[in-house]
C-alpha cells in the first residue's frame, strides 16, 4: 500500500497497519505490516538466519486471468534471499494471507545469475578493501591511506577472468575523498581496480598499472569557488490551484480528465502503472494492461583494464525502486502536489518507507488547439495539460527520474531524466578516442543509458497486433507526373521472431498497435501508436558479453505474446548472468502475435558524450517515448475542454472572460 500526503491534507493511514479490515486492491504494493508478515512467516520456517539477507522482497502480482476474473486472490510476496556466508540464493513465494510459503526455488548462480546487491555490500567492500595487504599497498605507492578513500561498489558483470565462475563479486574503482563533505567524484584514483568476493569477503584480483598523475579536481558544485555570486534576478514562479487539482486518487487507483489507473510500486521496477483506461462517450475503453521500465543498462565504452568491465543495470542489479528519493516541495516537485509514500523492505526483511517517494500533479503544457478562420470570423483555442506521476532514484554517481505524462487528447508519454554526476577517470591525453575531458586532467568514458519499457497492452481489448508503418517514397511516373506523391507501408508482424526490430529515423518508422477485432467510424482499426526517438541500440559488438547480458538493447522493439512470468527483459537474475535469459528465451518459441494478447518491449535511451557544461554536476538530459491514439477515437478527444476560466482573459478578451 501506497501512504498518501498532498501538500495541504495530512497523511492518510494505513488500514491494514492500524489493524482495520479494509482489503488491499489486488496490485496494491504490500504495506509495511504485510512485509513484516511475510519476513515473519520467512523467520517462523528458518529461512532467515543471522547470514542470511533478503535482496529483494515486493508483491508477486496476481495472474492477469485471475485478476480480471475478479476473483479473490490471495496476497503474495515473492522474496529472493542470500545466505552471505555460502552464497546460496533462494527464490520464496509467501502467501501473506495464508501465512505460508508456496514456492521455494534455489537459484544456481552459474546459470541464473546473482541475486541483486545488497544495501550492507556498498560499505562491505571498503571494509574488505582497507584491511586487504595488496590493497593497502596499491594505496601506499599513491601516497594515500584506506580512509581517505571512497571506493565505488560496482557490479562485476561476467567476463574471462580466470577463477570467477560461481563467486559473487564486486570490482571497486576508488575516488579520494579530501574531507567528509567532499564530493570525491573529482579526485579518481586510476590504474587502479580490485575485484572483490562478498561471500568470502576477499580480494581475489588488483589491476595495478601503478601511480599515474591523477586529477584533484574540485567537484564541490555548490562552493561559492565554483557557482561564483548566485543569480539576483531569477524572480519567483509560484504555481497555484485554489480548487485543488483535478485528479482524485482512491487508495492507488487515480482518476483524471477521463483517464483512471492503478499505481503501484516496486522494489525493483520503481513504478508500476495498471489498467491503464480512458473513459469515451461514457464508455470505459482499455489502452494499456501495465506499464513500467523493465530494466535500464548503462554501458560503459572505455576498454581500459579498469573500466572494460563497466556496466550497470541499474534495475536488475541495484533496484532503483528501493533507492528512490524522497522528494521535496519547490525543489523536485512545484505545484499543487499530492505524494505517495512507497514502503520497501530493508536487507533484513523490515519494512522501511520512502515518505514522498511519488509525485503526482498537473502542469500547464502550453497550447492544446487554436484556430483562427478569417472566413468565419472567429478564433479558438484551448490550454494542454497533463498528469504527471513520477520519482527519482540515485544509483551511485548518476540520479534518474522516471516521469508518466497522460494528456488531455488521450496522448501517454514516458520521459527519464538523467542527471548527477558523470562517472570520472584520469584523462590519458589528447586524442583519446574513447572519453572526453571535461576538466584539466579529468576524463569521463563514453557510454550509454538504455532503458526497456515493457508495455502489456490492451488496445480496446486483448486482441491486438503490431503494424510496423514507413513513410513510403514515390518516384515521378503515371500517376504521379510531378513528383510531389508520397504515402506509407504497412507491415504486419506476424510473430515473435517478425517483432524483433530497430527504428528507421529516414523514413519515419512508428508501430501502430491495432485491436484486431474493433473498427473506428471509418472503418479502420482502432489503434495505439509508438513514436520512438530512435537513438542508437547497444554500441558494443555483437558477441560481447554486455551484448548477449543486455540483448534488450539490441532492438528498438521486441514483440512477444503474453505469458506469466515474462517480466524481465534480461531475465530475473541479472547479476553475473551469462545472458541466456530474457527476450532471447521468450522469443525462441516463435509464438504467432497477430490478433494475441502482447507484450511491447521498446528500448530507447541515451548515448553520451560528455561535455564540459556536464561537470561538475550534469544538466538533466532527456529521453522517452510516446504512445498517441491513432483511430482510436471518432474525432478529437479534448473538444469538450472548456476556454481559460475567468482571470486567466487572453489579450483579446476585454471582458475577463476568455471566449478562445
Request: with cysteine; hydrophobic share 35%.
Amino acid at each position: 500500500m501506497l501512504v498518501s500526503t498532498t501538500t495541504t491534507t495530512p497523511s492518510l493511514p494505513d488500514p491494514q497497519a492500524a489493524g482495520e479490515s479494509a482489503l488491499p486492491h489486488p496490485l496494491d504494493p504490500l504495506s509495511a505490516a504485510e512485509i513484516t508478515a511475510a519476513r515473519d512467516v520467512l523467520l517462523a520456517e528458518g529461512r532467515l538466519g543471522e547470514t542470511v539477507r533478503v535482496a529483494y522482497l515486493s508483491l508477486k502480482e496476481p495472474a492477469k486471468a485471475a485478476l480480471r476474473a475478479g476473483s479473490d486472490v490471495p496476497r503474495e510476496a515473492r522474496a529472493i534471499l542470500l545466505d552471505t556466508a555460502t552464497d546460496t540464493t533462494v527464490d520464496v513465494v509467501v502467501d501473506v494471507t495464508a501465512g505460508v510459503t508456496t514456492a521455494v526455488t534455489e537459484v544456481d548462480p552459474i546459470l541464473a545469475g546473482q541475486a541483486p546487491v545488497l544495501l550492507e555490500e556498498f560499505a562491505a567492500i571498503e571494509e574488505i578493501l582497507a584491511a586487504d595487504e595488496g590493497w593497502r599497498a596499491a594505496l601506499g605507492s599513491r601516497g594515500l591511506e584506506p580512509a581517505q578513500v571512497r571506493v565505488a561498489p560496482l557490479s562485476a558483470g561476467i567476463f574471462d577472468y580466470e577463477g570467477e565462475e560461481g563467486r559473487r563479486l564486486l570490482r571497486g574503482l576508488a575516488f579520494v575523498q579530501k574531507d567528509p563533505a567532499d564530493y570525491a567524484w573529482g579526485h579518481p584514483v586510476d590504474q587502479l581496480v580490485a575485484f572483490v568476493d562478498m561471500i568470502e569477503r576477499r580480494v581475489v584480483r588488483i589491476i595495478d598499472d601503478g601511480p599515474s598523475d591523477d586529477p584533484l579536481t574540485d567537484g564541490n558544485f555548490e562552493s561559492p569557488e565554483l557557482t561564483g555570486p548566485l543569480r539576483e534576478d531569477l524572480k519567483p514562479l509560484h504555481i497555484v490551484q485554489p480548487e485543488g487539482p483535478s485528479f482524485t486518487l482512491d487508495g492507488n487507483v487515480l482518476r483524471w480528465q477521463k483517464w483512471d489507473l492503478h499505481v503501484g510500486f516496486d522494489a525493483r521496477e520503481g513504478l508500476i502503472l495498471g489498467q491503464i483506461g480512458f473513459e469515451d462517450r461514457g464508455t470505459r475503453r482499455s489502452i494499456i494492461e501495465r506499464a513500467s521500465i523493465a530494466e535500464m543498462v548503462v554501458p560503459y565504452g572505455d576498454p581500459a583494464p579498469y573500466r572494460s568491465w563497466q556496466n550497470y543495470f541499474d534495475t536488475g542489479e541495484y533496484l532503483v525502486g528501493r533507492d528512490a528519493n524522497s522528494l521535496e516541495l519547490g525543489c523536485d516537485c512545484l505545484g499543487d502536489i499530492t505524494y505517495l509514500s512507497p514502503v520497501v523492505a530493508d536487507d533484513f526483511g523490515n519494512p522501511r518507507e520512502i515518505p514522498q517517494g511519488i509525485c503526482i500533479h498537473e502542469e500547464d503544457f502550453g497550447l492544446l488547439w487554436k484556430h483562427t478562420d478569417e472566413w468565419a470570423g472567429h478564433r479558438s483555442s484551448r490550454r494542454q495539460r497533463r498528469l504527471v506521476v513520477s520519482f527519482f532514484t540515485t544509483v551511485g554517481n548518476y540520479d534518474y527520474g522516471f516521469y508518466w505524462y497522460f494528456y488531455l487528447d488521450g496522448t501517454i508519454q514516458f520521459e527519464a531524466k538523467a542527471t548527477g554526476i558523470v562517472f570520472t577517470a584520469r584523462y590519458p591525453g589528447a586524442g583519446y578516442p574513447y572519453a572526453s575531458q571535461i576538466a584539466p586532467g579529468l576524463a569521463a568514458p563514453f557510454h550509454q543509458h538504455l532503458f526497456c519499457a515493457r508495455l502489456d497492452m490492451a488496445v480496446d481489448g486483448d486482441r491486438n497486433a503490431v503494424h510496423e508503418l514507413d513513410l513510403q517514397r514515390v518516384p515521378i511516373g503515371p500517376g504521379n507526373p510531378h513528383g510531389n506523391a508520397f504515402t506509407r507501408s504497412r507491415r504486419v508482424l506476424g510473430s515473435e521472431t517478425e517483432g524483433r526490430r530497430r527504428g528507421e529515423g529516414a523514413v519515419g518508422r512508428v508501430w501502430e498497435v491495432v485491436n484486431t477485432e474493433k473498427r473506428n467510424h471509418v472503418g479502420e482499426p482502432v489503434a495505439y501508436t509508438l513514436f520512438p526517438e530512435g537513438q542508437p541500440t547497444l554500441a558494443a559488438a555483437e558477441d560481447s558479453s554486455i551484448s548477449r547480458r543486455a540483448a534488450f538493447a539490441t532492438e528498438h522493439l521486441w514483440v512477444t505474446r503474453f505469458a506469466e512470468g515474462e517480466r524481465y527483459p534480461a531475465g530475473d537474475f541479472v547479476n553475473q548472468s551469462i545472458g541466456s535469459p530474457g527476450l532471447p528465451e521468450f522469443q525462441k518459441a516463435d509464438r504467432g502475435i497477430d490478433g494475441e494478447d502482447i507484450v511491447l518491449w521498446h528500448s530507447f535511451g541515451l548515448t553520451h558524450y560528455p561535455r564540459t557544461e556536464d561537470w561538475p554536476i550534469m544538466p538533466v538530459d532527456y529521453t522517452g517515448f510516446t504512445l498517441k491514439p491513432t483511430g482510436f477515437f471518432d474525432r478529437n478527444p479534448a473538444l469538450d475542454v472548456p476556454p481559460a476560466p475567468t482571470g486567466h482573459a487572453c489579450a483579446h478578451c476585454p471582458d475577463g472572460e476568455c471566449h478562445c
